[in-house]
């Protein structure tokens, strides 16, 4: 009887001191939510390896091989042995030079994976992983020459792995501290015991902190001796160009990457040229030497490094190298300036305007272009009109070259897209110009560069497959496919043209990877013979109307010009004399010609009416850095590379093995509620080829709150299969008593692609939030705990991303949009309240039972402002539950992620619907500013009106209830420690209405939200 009346007495106690924790179970299952996880998704981010936001097309169908050698890994799927065994043996031929060099040897075995199943041409250093993604395509960039392209990528990325590995300033295992501190809204309502985050920073310490032009400077330099990279004819025309133009990258502009092609491969030449420039004059070790000292912890800077190891600071160091390549430039061009050759520009409004062709009659100009872009990668095809002076966009992304039909009426092009499995391809599209719908003419082909015979009859293409290029011949509907080439060496085929009588073609040719040359062949695939073979770089070879001639492009000079051969004669005559360089001719039936030149802000499209001769001694050039001899001598060497032949066989190959990478950490201090730092790490692992990983993080305050997080991914399966564990624990206290509060969530589902832009997500979670008091009584203490909420939700998530890639579309995105998709069911339980158990004398959990579904959608559309600079963003948020709930399961529609007009709480109810307008404007750009560790780059304002309501009736409200608010926002982008992305925002919002709600007044007051993270909250 005594223990049935104790148990009364401490369920009525507890009853009084859960009432007064009500207020804390709202807010535990928002922050749990939303953002308490945004300081997580800020650090995967910059860490895990996304395709705009997307989870990765995996790829089952791949069988993985591997080769191992003394000091390298090679990872490689079925249809790549060629690449592997020529990247296994180069890795090994170049391993003691550049180890030598940086006095620096990895502590592991590093691991090269070898890819080809997209049309995609890259290498990618991981040099906390230990770790080297290689594409087996031959890289075909419109601003680099020309070379052995797996001799030059595995050396340029082992590079990375060594010298940015001497430049580490703590171990591996350790590549980044994070400071970070969030703040949370006063909050009025007194069931509600903070308010939602209104300011988070996320601030990372780099663990290697080197500029980017240094970075990449030494791995395209190499050592001396290596030559696999060299300083060629486009490297030359780039930096040239830029120097003579006063256009060169500033110090502060050289350390991060920009926002264009051409910004982009600034910082790549001209830290080529400077490194360079530190090896002729300084000594090759000083190179090491400043790698090393950026290792010392105490040292952010580059300049302080330089005044270290040169006796100068970096801007010393810039504008004596300056000075430099403007003597040399200057007198190198004095013959071709005075003598430079005429022409008409009738295409210049963008970086990137390549391959332009005449239609037959020669009214018309097809090329392709970024305009609008910026990227040499986002072309469209457009049409030029020499009537009407007026430039039409045809077609969107398409690439390399295209070409009209016989009779004018289709465009026949090569487009990437995806075809099974995922893959990013290349395939034939004919444009019909009439009706301008587009017919897919090859599937899954990898075809490229095509173009139509003279009689209509025929198409020939390039398709490639282990880095190797072949020709295709195919009918005008993409049948009847005939391979008339014969590569499997790494050869590479460019710009193929039929001549008049559509018998022979006429295509360049890299062989070894050293330069191009032109090749003539029988459709048959018989009788190959080359018509110009030199030392040079000869390219983009067009046959004349009439079949008697060549046109071609080459840098026999040091500078790219158009060149005329004679078939008959066998003689070459120059038609230009340029600067910059003059590429891609297209002839004409009246002998006109327009091409592509390289000038000032990038590639044009321009024309001459009457060609005429040019003469040898009007286009002598010079460079500072190089001899036209010292380009034959670097050529002679690369072709006595024997990529077939000469390749070394590692006998038999391992399955692949699930290999792990050192599990790295970032440790983490983070000021948080209550006024406490928290005290952990992040961590995250995989396997070489990503088919398993884990991020996962864990923090601890004095008073032991404490954050917990792992999420698994395993990608062996079409979707990606994930587990996610979040676990927090809360303390506080209130009069006599103690509260504690665990809440655990597990989500499970899969990922799957649904296409470029698309992905969706299944899933299925679990939430269990418990709490517990203690508090004294007479004396003695008491314990009590509970679990107040119990659910479980089965669902779908669907998004959809298209942000057209433009120089500002960061910080003022003006193309594009966003979608985002969510349908749920959730069954849950949340505590009605206590019984006491009859025979036991317990007191137990009483629950109401939820069962509902649950919709939000959200769409961000971003449009044109008046500039290129400007931006508009409207969006739409909803979402409906469609039972009732406690108002635990509510929507909330304040705070950063709502109405920023009022606070997080302050509206709520079972159904939203929010409408947003801002307007953007880019204030400055590339600002050149430095603060200490900070590169500031763009800053722009924006100004937003938003309204929206929240409500538990069936019925919509009136407008007029609709809450309304405005405010600007302040914008910046810039990067910390070089390499680390980073935006801060600042708000100033108003809401211009009043209303009560839990007997509280909102409205009508300003409010101020700030950030700096990875990325803008919106």
């Known amino acids: 009887m005594w223990k049935m009346f104790r148990a009364g007495y401490i369920f009525a106690e507890c009853m009084r001191k859960i009432k007064l924790t009500r207020k804390w179970l709202q807010l535990q299952l928002q ?190 330099y190499q050592r001396k001796g290596i030559d696999f990279d060299w300083w060629d004819s486009f490297r030359d025309m780039v930096l040239r160009d830029a120097v003579l133009n006063n256009n060169m990258l500033s110090p502060a502009e050289m350390e991060v990457f920009g926002s264009s092609s051409l910004r982009n491969e600034l910082v790549y030449n001209q830290g080529l040229a400077l490194v360079t420039y530190i090896s002729r004059f300084y000594g090759e070790e000083k190179i090491a030497e400043l790698a090393q000292a950026m290792g010392s912890v105490k040292r952010m800077s580059f300049s302080s490094a330089c005044k270290k190891v040169l006796g100068k600071t970096e801007k010393q160091l810039y504008s004596e190298w300056k000075a430099w390549l403007k003597s040399g430039y200057k007198k190198g061009t004095e013959k071709i300036r005075q003598n430079l050759s005429g022409y008409d520009m009738i295409f210049s409004e963008s970086s990137g305007n390549f391959y332009p062709v005449f239609n037959s009659d020669g009214s018309k100009v097809l090329f392709l272009t970024n305009r609008g872009s910026g990227y040499f990668s986002v072309l469209n095809l457009a049409l030029y009109d020499f009537e009407t002076g007026k430039v039409e966009i045809i077609a969107q992304y398409a690439d390399l070259t295209a070409g009209f039909s016989p009779d004018n009426k289709k465009i026949i092009f090569g487009r990437k897209h995806r075809v099974k499995h995922g893959s990013n391809v290349f395939d034939l599209f004919v444009l019909d110009l009439k009706t301008r719908k587009e017919k897919l003419l090859t599937r899954n082909q990898r075809a490229r560069s095509p173009v139509w015979s003279a009689d209509g009859k025929k198409i020939v293409c390039v398709t490639e497959k282990d880095g190797t290029s072949n020709l295709v011949l195919m009918d005008p509907e993409g049948k009847n496919r005939k391979q008339i080439t014969d590569f499997s060496c790494g050869e590479k085929i460019y710009t193929p043209r039929f001549f008049p009588q559509s018998n022979k073609i006429v295509f360049t040719l890299s062989k070894n990877g050293v330069g191009r040359d032109i090749a003539v062949m029988d459709i048959s695939g018989e009788n190959f013979n080359y018509l110009v073979k030199t030392l040079n770089d ?233 709490a517990g008091m203690t508090f004294k009584d007479r004396g003695i203490e008491h314990k009590f705990t509970y679990t107040y909420h119990i659910g479980n939700r089965i669902g779908l998530k669907y998004q959809y991303i298209k942000i057209t890639p433009a120089r500002f579309s960061r910080i003022a995105p003006n193309s594009g949009l966003k979608t985002y998709m969510l349908t749920e069911h959730a069954w849950n339980r949340f505590l009605k309240g206590f019984e006491v158990n009859s025979n036991y004398g317990t007191i137990v959990e009483q629950y109401d039972k939820y069962s509902f579904n649950r919709y939000e959608l959200k769409l961000v559309k971003y449009l044109p402002g008046l500039s290129y600079r400007h931006g508009i963003m409207a969006g739409l948020k909803a979402g409906v539950v469609d039972a009732p709930v406690d108002d635990f399961y509510n929507f909330f529609a304040g705070g950063l992620d709502g109405l920023k007009g009022y606070p997080f709480y302050s509206i709520e109810g079972t159904k939203f619907l929010q409408f947003d307008f801002s307007y953007r404007a880019v204030l400055f750009s590339d600002m050149k500013l430095r603060m200490g560790f900070l590169q500031l780059r763009d800053m722009a304002l924006s100004m937003y009106a938003q309204a929206g309501n929240a409500w538990s009736s069936k019925n919509l409200p009136d407008m007029e209830s609709f809450k309304k608010d405005a405010g600007v926002q302040f914008r910046l982008t810039m990067n910390a420690f070089y390499s680390f992305p980073m935006c801060f925002y600042f708000d100033v919002s108003y809401g211009f209405d009043k209303f009560v709600n839990k007997k509280q007044q909102y409205g009508g007051e300003y409010r101020t939200y700030m950030g700096l993270m990875f990325d803008f909250p919106d």
């Not at 020529?86 to 550049?98: F, G, N, S, T």
């Not at 601030?203 to 030494?218: N, Q």
């Not at 046959?543 to 000079?557: E, H, K, L, Q, V």
């Not at 406490?676 to 991020?695: H, P, Q």
């Open 538 to 770: 000869e390219r983009d070879a067009f046959p004349s109307p009439d079949g008697r001639y060549i046109y071609f492009s080459s840098d026999a000079t040091g500078i790219f010009n158009i060149y005329k051969y004679d078939i008959k004669t066998h003689t070459t005559e120059q038609l230009t004399n340029v600067l910059g360089g003059a590429f891609m001719p297209c002839v004409n039936s009246k002998g006109e010609i327009v091409f592509s030149l390289f000038h000032d802000t990038g590639y044009n499209i321009a024309f001459i009416k009457s060609p005429s001769g040019v003469s040898g001694a009007s286009s002598s050039y010079l460079s500072p850095f190089w001899k036209k001899t010292d380009a034959y001598i670097f050529a002679e060497k690369a072709e006595k590379y024997d990529d077939c032949s000469d390749r070394k066989s590692f006998g038999n190959y391992s399955d692949y093995e699930m290999t792990y990478s050192k599990m790295l950490f970032f440790p983490r201090l983070v000021y948080d509620f209550p006024g406490e730092i928290k005290a952990g790490a992040y961590f995250t692992g995989s396997d070489v080829l990503d088919r398993f990983s884990v991020i996962g993080g864990a923090a601890i305050n004095r008073i032991k709150d404490a954050d917990i997080f792992s999420v698994f991914t395993y990608r062996r399966f079409a979707p990606t299969l994930f587990l996610e564990i979040y676990h927090q624990i809360r303390h506080t206290s209130e009069l006599d008593s103690k509260f504690r509060f665990d809440l655990t969530e597990v989500d499970l589902g899969g990922d799957i692609r649904l296409g470029t832009r698309s992905a969706l997500r299944t899933f299925y979670s679990f939430t269990r939030y418990n």
């Open 31 to 220: 922050l749990q939510n939303k953002f308490s996880l945004l300081i997580l998704l800020a650090f995967v981010f910059v860490f895990v390896p996304l395709s705009g936001q997307m989870p990765e097309y995996n790829h089952p169908e791949l069988t993985w091989k591997t080769i191992k050698t003394e000091h390298f890994e090679v990872h490689f799927h079925n249809g790549t042995l060629r690449t592997a065994e020529l990247v296994a043996e180069i890795a090994e031929e170049v391993y003691p030079q550049i180890t030598e060099l940086y006095n620096f040897k990895p502590d592991t075995k590093v691991h090269f994976i070898i890819k080809d199943y997209d049309d995609n041409s890259n290498g990618a250093s991981y040099y906390y992983d230990n770790k080297i993604e290689i594409w087996a395509p031959p890289m075909n960039f419109h601003l680099r020459g020309t070379h052995n392209w797996l001799r030059d990528v595995v050396t340029h990325e082992f590079t990375h792995i060594v010298s940015l590995g001497a430049a580490m300033k703590f171990t591996r295992r350790i590549p980044a501290v994070y400071l970070q501190y969030i703040s949370y809204e006063k909050e009025k309502r007194k069931d509600v015991i903070h308010g939602y985050p209104d300011r988070i920073v996320s601030l990372p310490v780099a663990g290697t902190s080197v500029p980017m032009w240094f970075a990449e400077g030494m791995a395209q």
